[in-house]
C-alpha cells in the first residue's frame, strides 16, 4: 500500500534534507572556522553589492598590526588597525573614511562611534564612549571590533561646512555614510573572524546623538542597542535657533564678556543651588531654577545683578541689552510655519546655571569656546581667531556655515541677514534640509521587534543641544510608543551641571555600556545608575534620575555621595 502523497513528498523532502545536511555543515565550518590575517586583509576589497546605499564599493588602505597596551583598568590586547575608504558614485564627491580596529582576541560584538559637530575627522576608535568611565576597560579593551568614519568629508578648518556644496556629501553627513561604514565594517568583520557579530552597538554625542538615533530609525534591524548622549537630532531646527540666538547676540551693546558670564554663573548659584537641598555648587532641580530665576531681579553678593539704570557700568553686572540677549537664548523659536520635517520650532536652553564661559584655562576653555566664547557675532563671522580661545560663539559659528554652504550656497552671503524665524525665499531650501537633517521619527517598533534597547542622556548645563529639546523628543516617544512600551526599550537621564561633552561643573562619566549590555544581553533592566565627577569634585557621585525626575538631597549624609540622594519628580517647575 502506497503512502500518500503528501507523506511521499515529506519523505522525499527529509532525504534531499539529510544528503544536503553534510554539505551545509561543511559549508558552515567553513565560514566560521576561516579568519583573514591582518597583513591579508591589507589589499582587501569590499564590493559595492554588499553595502545597502549606493557606493563604488571600499577598499583597505592600510592594515597594521598593533601590540596590545594601555594602563589599567583601560588596557587592550594586540589588533589589527584598518583604515579603510568607501568610493563614492559622484567622482567628484569625497570618499567616506573609515577606520577599524579588530582585536585579537574579539568577544564577538561590534561597536560604531558616532562623530561630532559638521564631522570631517575619524572618531577615536579605540577610545571610550561618550561620557564613559575611566575605571572600566574601552569597547575595544573589552574585547569589541570599533569603527567609525569622517561621515563623508574630511574637515575644512577654515570652512568646515563647506562639503554641503556637494549632494552625495551632504547625503553623506546627513547619515547615508552611518549606513555605508556600518556595512563596510561588517563585510570585513567577518572577513577578519569568519562570522557576523552576535551583537551590535552604536554610541555618540551631540552630531553622534543624533546618528544614534538616525540608525535605530532608518536601519532598525543593524544595532541591538544604542548609547544616545545630548543628541542634536533635530538639526535642522536647532540650526534656526542657533540663527535667532546669533542674531541677538549681535546686536549692539548685547554680547556679555566672560567676565560677565560668570557673575551671572554665580548669581544663578546664588539663586538656585540650593533648591535640591544641598549647597553643592550643582543646580539639580534645573526646572524650577529656570522658573524662578530672573536676571533682571536677580542678586549678586546680595547687590541687583543688573547694572544700575540698565546701562553697562562693568563686569560685575548686566546690562538690559545683554540681559534681552540672554533671554532669548532661554526662550523657544517658533516657526511661521512648520518645516517639511515636522518640526515646529526648538526649545530655550537652560541659560540660568549653565556655564556659558568665564576667565580659566585648561578645560574651561574647551567650555569657553562650546558657549559663547569671546567674540561678538558679526560679518564676516569672527570664528577663527589667533586662539583655541577667539572666536565667536560656537552657535554662531555653525549657523553661519549652515546657511552660507547649507541653504544659500553663497560663501560671502551675510547669515545675520536672514530671519531664521520666517525664510522668505529660502524656505523651500530648509525645508529639504530639514527633511534629510531632522531625525525625529518616533515610531521605533521595528527596533523593539528587533530587541533593541536605547540609554539616553543630556547634561542640564549643555549650551549647545537644549535638553528641554531631548525630553520632548522622548515624551513624543512616549506618546507615540505608549508609556510602558517605551519604558520596556529606552530610559532617558537628565545629569545636573553637565554641559556639552566637558564641564567644569559637573563633569560626567557613567557606565552606560556595560547597562546597556546587561539590558540587551542578560535582561536586566537598569537600576539605580550612577554618575562620577571627574573635574570639578574628582570622584563625587550623584544618581542617575530618570525624566523627569532630579536628584534631591535626603538632609543628611556626605552630599559627594549618591546614597545621600533620592530621586523625585516634584517642584517640576516650567521645563
Given at each position: 500500500?502506497?503512502?500518500?502523497?503528501?507523506?511521499?513528498?515529506?519523505?522525499?523532502?527529509?532525504?534531499?534534507?539529510?544528503?544536503?545536511?553534510?554539505?551545509?555543515?561543511?559549508?558552515?565550518?567553513?565560514?566560521?572556522?576561516?579568519?583573514?590575517?591582518?597583513?591579508?586583509?591589507?589589499?582587501?576589497?569590499?564590493?559595492?553589492?554588499?553595502?545597502?546605499?549606493?557606493?563604488?564599493?571600499?577598499?583597505?588602505?592600510?592594515?597594521?598590526?598593533?601590540?596590545?597596551?594601555?594602563?589599567?583598568?583601560?588596557?587592550?590586547?594586540?589588533?589589527?588597525?584598518?583604515?579603510?575608504?568607501?568610493?563614492?558614485?559622484?567622482?567628484?564627491?569625497?570618499?567616506?573614511?573609515?577606520?577599524?580596529?579588530?582585536?585579537?582576541?574579539?568577544?564577538?560584538?561590534?561597536?560604531?562611534?558616532?562623530?561630532?559637530?559638521?564631522?570631517?575627522?575619524?572618531?577615536?576608535?579605540?577610545?571610550?564612549?561618550?561620557?564613559?568611565?575611566?575605571?572600566?576597560?574601552?569597547?575595544?579593551?573589552?574585547?569589541?571590533?570599533?569603527?567609525?568614519?569622517?561621515?563623508?568629508?574630511?574637515?575644512?578648518?577654515?570652512?568646515?561646512?563647506?562639503?554641503?556644496?556637494?549632494?552625495?556629501?551632504?547625503?553623506?553627513?546627513?547619515?547615508?555614510?552611518?549606513?555605508?561604514?556600518?556595512?563596510?565594517?561588517?563585510?570585513?568583520?567577518?572577513?577578519?573572524?569568519?562570522?557576523?557579530?552576535?551583537?551590535?552597538?552604536?554610541?555618540?554625542?551631540?552630531?553622534?546623538?543624533?546618528?544614534?538615533?538616525?540608525?535605530?530609525?532608518?536601519?532598525?534591524?543593524?544595532?541591538?542597542?544604542?548609547?544616545?548622549?545630548?543628541?542634536?537630532?533635530?538639526?535642522?531646527?536647532?540650526?534656526?535657533?542657533?540663527?535667532?540666538?546669533?542674531?541677538?547676540?549681535?546686536?549692539?551693546?548685547?554680547?556679555?564678556?566672560?567676565?560677565?558670564?560668570?557673575?551671572?554663573?554665580?548669581?544663578?548659584?546664588?539663586?538656585?543651588d540650593k533648591l535640591d537641598g544641598a549647597l553643592d555648587r550643582v543646580i539639580s532641580n534645573q526646572a524650577a531654577c529656570n522658573a524662578r530665576f530672573d536676571p533682571a531681579k536677580a542678586k549678586l553678593n546680595g547687590r541687583p545683578l543688573r547694572c544700575p539704570a540698565g546701562v553697562d557700568t562693568g563686569d560685575s553686572c548686566l546690562s538690559d541689552a545683554q540681559i534681552n540677549a540672554l533671554k532669548v537664548f532661554d526662550t523657544p523659536i517658533r516657526f511661521s510655519q512648520p518645516l517639511a520635517s515636522g518640526e515646529r520650532g526648538y526649545p530655550g536652553f537652560n541659560t540660568w546655571g549653565t556655564d556659558l564661559g568665564r576667565p580659566g584655562e585648561g578645560l574651561q576653555l574647551v567650555v569657553n569656546r562650546l558657549g559663547l566664547n569671546t567674540l561678538q557675532p558679526d560679518y564676516p563671522m569672527p570664528v577663527h581667531g589667533t586662539g583655541f580661545a577667539e572666536g565667536a560663539p560656537y552657535h554662531s559659528g555653525f549657523w553661519d556655515e549652515w546657511v552660507r554652504y547649507f541653504v544659500t550656497r553663497n560663501p560671502a552671503f551675510n547669515s545675520l541677514t536672514l530671519d531664521p524665524?520666517?525664510?522668505?525665499?529660502?524656505?523651500?531650501?530648509?525645508?529639504?534640509?530639514?527633511?534629510?537633517?531632522?531625525?525625529?521619527?518616533?515610531?521605533?517598533?521595528?527596533?523593539?521587534?528587533?530587541?533593541?534597547?536605547?540609554?539616553?542622556?543630556?547634561?542640564?548645563?549643555?549650551?549647545?543641544?537644549?535638553?528641554?529639546?531631548?525630553?520632548?523628543?522622548?515624551?513624543?516617544?512616549?506618546?507615540?510608543?505608549?508609556?510602558?512600551?517605551?519604558?520596556?526599550?529606552?530610559?532617558?537621564?537628565?545629569?545636573?551641571?553637565?554641559?556639552?561633552?566637558?564641564?567644569?561643573?559637573?563633569?560626567?562619566?557613567?557606565?552606560?555600556?556595560?547597562?546597556?549590555?546587561?539590558?540587551?544581553?542578560?535582561?536586566?533592566?537598569?537600576?539605580?545608575?550612577?554618575?562620577?565627577?571627574?573635574?570639578?569634585?574628582?570622584?563625587?557621585?550623584?544618581?542617575?534620575?530618570?525624566?523627569?525626575?532630579?536628584?534631591?538631597?535626603?538632609?543628611?549624609?556626605?552630599?559627594?555621595?549618591?546614597?545621600?540622594?533620592?530621586?523625585?519628580?516634584?517642584?517640576?517647575?516650567?521645563?
Open positions: 500500500m502506497k503512502a500518500p502523497r503528501a507523506t511521499r513528498a515529506r519523505r522525499a523532502g527529509s532525504s534531499r534534507l539529510l544528503l544536503a545536511i553534510p554539505a551545509l555543515l561543511a559549508l558552515a565550518i567553513a565560514k566560521s572556522t576561516f579568519a583573514a590575517g591582518c597583513s591579508e586583509l591589507s589589499a582587501a576589497r569590499v564590493p559595492a553589492a554588499v553595502i545597502a546605499l549606493p557606493t563604488s564599493g571600499a577598499r583597505v588602505i592600510s592594515a597594521t598590526s598593533v601590540p596590545g597596551g594601555g594602563t589599567a583598568p583601560q588596557t587592550f590586547g594586540p589588533y589589527c588597525d584598518l583604515n579603510v575608504e568607501i568610493a563614492p558614485v559622484d567622482p567628484s564627491a569625497p570618499t567616506i573614511k573609515m577606520r577599524i580596529a579588530l582585536p585579537e582576541q574579539w568577544n564577538s560584538k561590534a561597536m560604531m562611534y558616532g562623530g561630532g559637530g559638521y564631522n570631517g575627522t575619524v572618531p577615536n576608535v579605540v577610545g571610550n564612549v561618550p561620557a564613559g568611565p575611566a575605571n572600566q576597560p574601552t569597547p575595544l579593551g573589552r574585547g569589541y571590533a570599533v569603527f567609525g568614519s569622517d561621515s563623508g568629508h574630511v574637515a575644512n578648518p577654515i570652512s568646515p561646512g563647506d562639503f554641503a556644496w556637494n549632494e552625495e556629501a551632504l547625503a553623506n553627513y546627513a547619515h547615508d555614510a552611518l549606513k555605508k561604514t556600518r556595512d563596510t565594517a561588517i563585510y570585513l568583520i567577518e572577513q577578519r573572524y569568519g562570522q557576523h557579530p552576535v551583537r551590535s552597538y552604536f554610541a555618540g554625542g551631540s552630531t553622534g546623538g543624533r546618528e544614534a538615533l538616525a540608525v535605530v530609525q532608518q536601519w532598525p534591524k543593524d544595532f541591538n542597542g544604542a548609547i544616545v548622549l545630548y543628541p542634536a537630532y533635530n538639526a535642522a531646527a536647532l540650526d534656526l535657533q542657533f540663527g535667532r540666538v546669533t542674531r541677538a547676540l549681535a546686536a549692539p551693546g548685547a554680547f556679555p564678556s566672560l567676565a560677565k558670564r560668570s557673575a551671572l554663573l554665580e548669581s544663578a548659584m546664588q539663586a538656585c524665524a520666517n525664510l522668505g525665499p529660502w524656505r523651500a531650501r530648509v525645508d529639504a534640509l530639514s527633511l534629510r537633517q531632522d531625525v525625529n521619527q518616533t515610531d521605533l517598533s521595528d527596533f523593539v521587534a528587533h530587541g533593541g534597547k536605547i540609554l539616553m542622556a543630556h547634561g542640564t548645563s549643555d549650551q549647545l543641544v537644549s535638553t528641554r529639546a531631548t525630553a520632548e523628543y522622548y515624551r513624543r516617544v512616549q506618546r507615540d510608543m505608549g508609556v510602558g512600551q517605551t519604558r520596556r526599550f529606552m530610559r532617558y537621564y537628565e545629569i545636573p551641571g553637565y554641559a556639552h561633552a566637558a564641564s567644569t561643573v559637573f563633569n560626567a562619566a557613567w557606565d552606560s555600556l556595560t547597562a546597556l549590555e546587561n539590558w540587551v544581553e542578560r535582561g536586566i533592566a537598569p537600576k539605580r545608575q550612577i554618575v562620577t565627577d571627574t573635574v570639578a569634585v574628582p570622584g563625587r557621585t550623584r544618581p542617575l534620575c530618570e525624566y523627569p525626575a532630579w536628584p534631591k538631597y535626603k538632609s543628611r549624609g556626605d552630599v559627594n555621595d549618591a546614597s545621600s540622594f533620592v530621586c523625585v519628580k516634584s517642584q517640576k517647575g516650567r521645563h
